[in-house]
C-alpha cells in the first residue's frame, strides 16, 4: 500500500502559470493586449466568430482565451467580431479547442502563451530529479520464509526502512540490512523494483519502506502543485525561475516576427540580446535556489547507513 507524505496547500497549475507570465512581463516593454469575451454566453467548441469588448483590440493574427490559441484572419468593425479561419483556426499551435465562457479573458498576440508556459514549467519539473525528488512511502507484513518483497514501480531509491514492533510502545525499529533491486523480475513481482530484507523481524509485522521518486509533471489546470509533484512546498519559486529563464531564452528569436508597428517601436527600445542576458540572470537565481532547496531536502531526508547482507 503506498501513500504520499502530506504536505499543505500549493497553488494550482494555473496559478502557477499566471505567476510566471507576471514575472516575465518585467523583462518586456511589449505589453499584451488584454480584452474579454463579448459572445453571449460565450462560445462552443467549434464557432468561429469570437465577439469581443473593445474595438481598440481588432486585430489579425495570434487570439489565446484561456488555455487555447486561435487563429484570426479577419474583422468585423462594426459588430467587433473577430473571425477566426475554418479548419485549423480552432485549438491552433497545439491547443485543445473548448468553450469558454462569456467575459473569458481574450489576449492578442501573446508573448508567452499559457501552453509554452505549462510546458515550460513540466521541463523543469523534469529536470529535477535527482537534485530534488518526491518521497513516498509502503508497508507490507514480514514473512520469515520471504526475503524479497515488492515495491512501487515509481521507486528510485529506498531512503529508510523500520518495522514496528509490538506491544503498547509503538516503537518503530531501523532495518538495518536491506537491499534494493531495480531489475526485479517482473512476472514473479509484477513491478521492477524490490527489496531484499535481511533483518530478524518478527513475523506478521508491518515494515515501513521510504522511498525516493521523481516529480509528476502537471497536467488539468486545477492540479495541485504539492500533491501531484510531491515536492515541498518551499520549492515553488524553483519551478517559476525555471520555467522564466527558459521562456525568455526564446524572447530574441520572437522578436524577429513583430505583430505591429508598436510592438516594432517598443522592442527596439531594447538591445537585440536582452532576453539572452535576462534569461542567464534568472537561470543563476533557479541555480541558487535550486541548490538550496536541494540541502534542505537532503537534511530532512539524509542518506542512512545500512547493510545490503
Known sequence: MSSSIRRRWMPTFSQLVDEVRANLSGYTLRQDRITNLANVGG?????????????????????????????????????????VIPGFGRGY???????????????????????????????TIN???????AV?????????????????????????????????????????????DRMANVAAFDTTKTINIYEKIMPGRTVQVYYSTIPNTLTNSTDDYATVTGLPESSR??????????????????????????????DNKLPSTAGASASKYVFALYQQRLLEEST???????IRVHYSR
Open 93 to 123: 499551435g497545439g491547443t485543445t479547442p473548448a468553450p469558454h465562457s462569456e467575459n473569458a479573458m481574450v489576449t492578442l498576440t501573446p508573448t508567452f502563451p499559457r501552453i509554452n508556459v505549462k510546458k515550460a514549467i513540466n521541463d
Open 43 to 83: 462560445i462552443g467548441v467549434s464557432d468561429l466568430a469570437v465577439k469581443i469588448g473593445s474595438a481598440d483590440n481588432l486585430a489579425k493574427g495570434i487570439v489565446e482565451i484561456d488555455d487555447e490559441l486561435m487563429w484570426v484572419n479577419s474583422f468585423d468593425t462594426t459588430n467587433l467580431t473577430l473571425n
Open 237 to 266: 519559486d524553483v519551478i517559476t525561475l525555471g520555467a522564466a529563464y527558459r521562456l525568455l531564452s526564446y524572447l530574441d528569436t520572437g522578436r524577429i516576427n513583430l505583430s505591429s508597428a508598436e510592438a516594432d517601436i517598443n
Open 136 to 180: 513516498n512511502s509502503t508497508t507490507f507484513q514480514f514473512n520469515a520464509a520471504q526475503i524479497t518483497y515488492a515495491l512501487p514501480d515509481d521507486a528510485r531509491d529506498v531512503m529508510y526502512a523500520s518495522w514496528q514492533t509490538p506491544g503498547p510502545s509503538k516503537e518503530w525499529l531501523p532495518v538495518n540490512r536491506w537491499r534494493i
Open 296 to 302: 534542505k531536502l537532503q537534511d530532512r531526508f539524509p
Open 127 to 133: 529536470s529535477l530529479y535527482p537534485k530534488l525528488f
